[in-house]
């Protein structure tokens, strides 16, 4: 049997040579991976990075000897434990696939059906490759899950999907990579989706099931803090080239490329605190609740000064989008007032006047859903401008362009659909259509949390000048404390529903801190390769003494 | 260790519309320019059916049940109307009405189910109800007892078919709409302070319209084998009118003597549907972005 086989270490697994894969659009073939070299010993981690489009899932993938629809491997060798999987038959890498090689996706809760129990999903593999029964395949989930430190590893199995969070779900995918105990798995950004806090925890668990079991891994990644806890050895990678390859320790403590030095500009980015008593937006002891149930928000108070970025923190499910509603009146609040200008705001949407409506614009996080896919940027950006200031033919034209050299893009934008942009093109598009409105206030809503490290650090700065140039006021809603560093003045942290903390960025950034802030504070990855080990260490070391 | 290069590729030149279109007609299928060449000749006939006929609708040239000959290609019918004429009138009477009929259907249930969409509630469960109430009664029993009732004529055809065939409109496009209702830029236009029709017009229906118009063509079919179904049953267009379904009543009995006369406008409504949707199964494969593995 496979998994009887010696693990030995040092042994190369994975060898790939000057692998070319081209992506078919637009009627040719164009190369997304342009002759790329890896190999990869047992036992060993491999973090692959680079911003989307760098090719790293398409590389990922082709290590299983898999080239996504639409994708062709064009030239190269992946050999993998003596077998060359490009010649391979289909049969022979379906055989490998999940028993041998296994992926774990980004999205957990996509990736699992939601109709089935986890453990039948778990086990899954493992019984249909005939390498356990049932009974015994069931018996080793419930151990794997209790070594991903998974809550009631005996029942946790027989719950839904929809019924376990997005981390253990994410773990419990890591548990059904794992059944067939292989030689390599994939990991694909498998924490991007999770909050900070849930992160840490996943990470520890994933690291922890790879050592245990000596399985060489390649994790992939945009996050470089994130893999210089998990990787041994980091490929940075762009455009479909190698950009750099070192030793995990090496390339943090002395990356030879400018590129990669790039790719953690956005942690360096520190905007000056400076403090306003111009209160631009109040919210005061607001109280809101989806159809009158549970109170999402619960007695918040938050002040927004004029021309200054406040920055809300808190994980999914601590009421930030929900703020969000309750200002701009998608959810009037059941209790408190919102005072804009010192004027008490009406609380639904339609009782706003359009005015009303102008001062105070939105940026959602994915640009994606936030543009209307059939209009082109010339109505996108030009709409809010007739709307509200009625501005016709030509001279809307004109300020269009304007805004769109103010977002650093040009007159030839103006007539593309969403689909012919990139992510941060988008998104750059989103901010356009907020300031056109000539608001007092937008609201950001995760508005980089879907873009890779360099282009959030573009939207940031390009925020922070329009900022300077309009005096707007942002509510910056986030879970990346990178980005609040980075941009905000004031900081709020909210956890269930209710304000933790409030105040300038320097005093919350700074201890003593509150409980809730600390565990956010401490779960933010940081470049170096034993933070993990080390905050896990405190962290227990804190348990044992509290239950001492 | 080789520094990256941007990638080199070229930026996507913009389609004019008239470009994308020929563009689209070079990779049709053979199937798809079948149906499109198909179409196309039907309605030639349609339009200049008083052209092309060569003889009046109810022009009575011959004999009756006479066999084809040089003066009357198909023969002629019952009462000495030749075939060939009646056929190619009864394109314009049939395709029409069913295209009148169609476009009212989508009117009424596309506007209904963007509308409960986008309202949701009481609203919405009211529609759905009512919808499924109606659903629930198979369609050509329903219109043959609504014509009994309110009488038979062209105009309560019309109505009482469309009406009917709504209600299935109305459930695609409910069910497409709550995709899109939901997305930012549609709570992005709320937050702006646009109004209904804004909402509906440029935001919604632009992003429902693939599906539409591939249903249009499939409900299409359907009410047109339903008018001849209708007409057959005598209900339907009536005499002297010429439609298809009639033709085939009227000459039904002819099969039993080896006699072609009710093929031809058979053959008529069969190919029609099939090319319908020859064209439909191209257009859905294309905008459902399903591809043939490469």
Not at chain 1, 348 to 363: F, G, N, P, S
Not at chain 1, 367 to 390: M, S
Not at chain 2, 271 to 294: E, M, Q, Y
């Amino acid at each position: 049997m496979v998994t009887d086989k010696k693990r030995v270490k040092g042994e190369t697994l994975l060898d790939i040579r000057g692998l070319k894969i081209d992506g078919y659009s637009d009627d040719v073939w164009n190369p997304i991976v342009k002759g790329i070299d890896l190999t990869l010993k047992r036992g060993e981690v491999l973090g692959l990075i680079g911003e989307s489009g760098a090719g790293k899932s398409t590389l990922g993938l082709a290590a299983m000897g898999f080239a996504r629809p639409g994708c062709r491997i064009s030239g190269g060798s992946i050999v993998f434990d003596g077998m060359d999987l490009i010649a391979a038959s289909e049969e022979q890498r379906r055989a490998l696939w999940g028993s041998r090689i296994a992926y774990v996706a980004q999205s957990a809760a996509a990736s699992f059906n939601p109709a089935h129990h986890i453990i039948d999903q778990t086990v899954e593999t493992a019984v249909a490759h005939n390498i356990m029964t049932r009974e015994k395949a069931e018996a080793d989930a419930r151990d794997l899950y209790k070594r991903l430190q998974l809550p009631n590893p005996n029942t946790i199995g027989d719950r839904f999907p929809h019924q376990v969070s997005g981390g253990q779900l994410q773990r419990a995918m890591t548990a059904m990579a794992m059944s067939c105990r292989p030689d390599l798995i994939i990991f694909d950004e498998p924490t991007t989706a999770l909050d900070v806090t849930t992160q840490v925890e996943v990470l520890a668990a994933m690291r922890d099931i790879v050592e245990q079991f000596n399985t060489a891994a390649i994790y992939i990644t945009h996050d470089l803090a994130v893999v210089a806890q998990m990787a041994h050895r980091i490929m940075v990678l762009r455009y479909g080239n190698l950009v750099e390859e070192a030793t995990t320790r090496a390339m943090l403590k002395a990356p030879t490329q400018e590129y990669t030095r790039s790719l953690w500009a956005v942690r360096k980015l520190q905007k000056p605190e400076s403090i306003s008593d111009d209160i631009a937006l109040r919210i005061h002891n607001v109280d809101a609740s989806y159809s009158g149930s549970l109170k999402v928000l619960d007695n918040v108070t938050v002040q927004v000064p004029r021309g200054r970025t406040v920055a809300v923190v808190g994980e999914s499910g601590s009421g930030k989008s929900t703020l969000a509603r309750a200002i701009t009146g998608l959810l009037p609040p059941s209790r408190g007032e919102i005072y804009f200008n010192g004027k008490p705001l009406p609380r639904a949407l339609h009782e706003r006047d359009k005015d009303t409506l102008r001062r105070i614009q939105m940026i959602y996080q994915s640009a994606d859903t936030a543009l209307n896919p059939r209009q082109k940027v010339r109505d996108i950006i030009g709409r809010p401008l007739e709307f509200y200031l009625g501005l016709q033919g030509a001279a809307r034209d004109r300020r269009v362009v304007e805004l769109l050299e103010s977002i650093e893009l040009n007159e030839s934008y103006i007539d593309r659909l969403p689909g012919e942009m990139s992510g941060g093109q988008k998104q750059r598009i989103s901010i356009a259509r907020a300031l056109a409105a000539e608001p007092e206030i937008i609201i950001c809503d995760e508005v980089t949390s879907a873009l890779d490290q360099i282009v959030q650090e573009e939207i940031l700065s390009l925020l922070m000048r329009l900022q300077k140039k309009t005096n707007v006021s942002y509510l910056f809603i986030t879970h990346d404390i990178a980005t609040v560093r980075a941009i905000s003045d004031e900081i709020v942290v909210m956890h269930q529903g209710k304000v933790v903390q409030q105040g300038p960025k320097s005093k919350v950034l700074s201890p003593p801190f509150p409980a809730y802030t600390e565990l956010l504070l401490s779960s933010v990855p940081e470049m170096d390769p034993d933070w993990l080990t080390g905050l896990l260490a405190k962290r227990s070391k804190k348990v044992k003494a509290a239950t001492a | 260790m080789n520094t990256a290069t941007p990638p080199v590729r070229a930026i996507k030149a913009r389609r004019s519309v008239m470009e994308s279109i020929r563009r689209d007609l070079k990779t049709a299928p053979l199937t798809a320019w079948f149906g499109m060449v198909v179409i196309l000749l039907y309605a030639i006939c349609a339009i200049f059916a008083p052209l092309l006929a060569p003889y009046g609708e109810s022009e009575i040239v011959g004999k009756a049940y006479q066999l084809s000959s040089p003066e009357n290609w198909l023969g002629t019918d019952q009462i000495g109307r030749d075939t060939l004429s009646r056929l190619i009138f009864g394109a314009r009477n049939t395709i029409g009405i069913a295209l009148i009929t169609t476009l009212l259907s989508f009117l009424v249930g596309g506007s209904l189910g963007v509308l409960a969409a986008l309202k949701r509630g009481l609203l919405d469960q009211g529609i759905s109800r009512v919808v499924d109430a109606f659903l629930a009664i198979p369609v050509l029993i329903f219109a043959l007892m609504m014509l009994a009732v309110v009488g038979k004529s062209l105009i309560n055809l019309i109505i009482i078919l469309a009406l009917l065939d709504s209600t299935r409109v109305f459930r695609l496009s409910r069910a497409v709409a709550l995709n899109v209702v939901v997305m930012d830029f549609v709570e992005s236009a709320r937050l702006r302070g646009e109004g209904m029709r804004w909402i509906v017009f440029k935001e919604i229906v632009p992003n429902i319209l693939p599906p539409l118009i591939t249903e249009f063509g499939l409900r299409f079919c359907f009410v047109f084998l339903t008018i001849s179904a209708l007409s057959f049953l005598g209900v339907g267009i009536q005499p002297p009118t010429a439609d298809w379904g009639s033709m085939v009543a009227e000459s039904k009995s002819l099969i039993s003597f080896g006699r072609p006369a009710p093929l031809y406008p058979a053959a008529a409504i069969a190919l029609l549907t099939v090319a319908v949707n020859f064209v439909v199964d191209w257009f859905l494969h294309k905008t459902s972005g399903l591809r043939d593995g490469h």
